[in-house]
């Protein structure tokens, strides 16, 4: 009930399976028993797979779920030499947006949903047809796919898959930015902006030659926006084939993603992990 209170204790919410993994929890801002939950991490190889999105109208104390196999069901295609299973398996993030600036009205909820390979059975691909950017406008009633998140090619690689949904404050402005994935042409360090919530356009910054980023070797991608200057974001992002190896880079960009600058991590306090830890 306190989080900040060492002696308070946690108790078992209803509604959602306790053996599902987690992956983001949010709260509308105007209307505080109103809670938003994701499933799944498709970081994990489908270790820790997920059965879609959750809401609370009563301040987290029960959840309902709104999106996911069990309204709709399980789907599973056989093609050519694999199997692709659908079920909202990962919700790689939630972000609630205040499309008209009017606290009395419900924000739009936007959601990216994840895919992946699963490391535990052969050729098995999991939300292949579904992964993608998703917008509901009354309050998770339904969903639907925003389709501008395109690379302009066909099938299951058709869009990008985005990992992080970043509302910026003093511009009222979306961004994502992506992640890489088992199909074919997806990577992390993609960026994309919206200012009205349904069509979305992609930047394309330029990276600095040092540390050497390749774009087939950038993987999972996060952003932070600044929340004072509209032109100001930072990004972290796990990066392969560099001369160190596998390594987390951090990023800032100055002039709304035209160029980015390289930022020397700080040392890492915590001893117990490598300093490269992701």
């Known amino acids: ?27 509308d801002p105007n209307s505080t028993n109103v809670m938003y939950l994701g499933t799944g991490e498709s970081y994990t190889g489908g270790d820790a797979s997920g059965n879609g999105i959750y809401k609370s109208t009563d301040g987290g104390n029960n959840w309902s779920l709104i999106y996911g196999p069990g309204a709709s069901g399980t789907v599973t295609v056989t093609v050519p030499s694999s199997t692709r299973v659908q079920g909202i398996f990962y919700v790689n993030d939630i972000a609630l947006y205040d499309h008209d600036k009017n606290g009395a009205t419900d924000p739009h909820v936007f959601v990216a949903l994840g895919s992946g390979s699963h490391s535990k059975m052969t050729a098995t691909y999991l939300d292949g047809f579904e992964y993608g950017l998703y917008k509901s406008t009354n309050g998770g009633g339904t969903f639907n796919r925003i389709t501008s998140i395109n690379k302009g090619s066909t099938g299951a690689s058709d869009k990008d898959e985005v990992n992080d949904i970043e509302i910026q404050t003093v511009s009222n402005r979306i961004w994502l930015s992506t992640k890489s994935s088992v199909w074919s042409g997806n990577y992390g360090g993609r960026f994309w902006y919206s200012d009205d919530g349904s069509t979305f356009t992609k930047v394309n910054p330029t990276f600095p030659a040092y540390p050497e980023a390749l774009p087939n070797r950038m993987y999972r991608t996060e952003i932070a926006p600044s929340h004072q200057d509209t032109d100001t974001h930072y990004v972290l992002m796990r990066v392969t084939g560099t001369a160190s190896g596998t390594i987390p880079i951090i990023y800032k960009t100055t002039d709304n993603f035209t160029n980015l600058s390289y930022i020397v991590a700080p040392t890492d306090a915590d001893l117990g992990i490598p300093d490269e830890d992701f």
Request: aromatic share 4%; no cysteine.
């Open 1 to 27: 009930n306190n989080v900040t209170d060492q002696t308070s204790p946690w108790t078992k919410i209803n509604g959602v399976p306790s053996n599902l993994a987690v992956s983001v929890i949010v709260q």
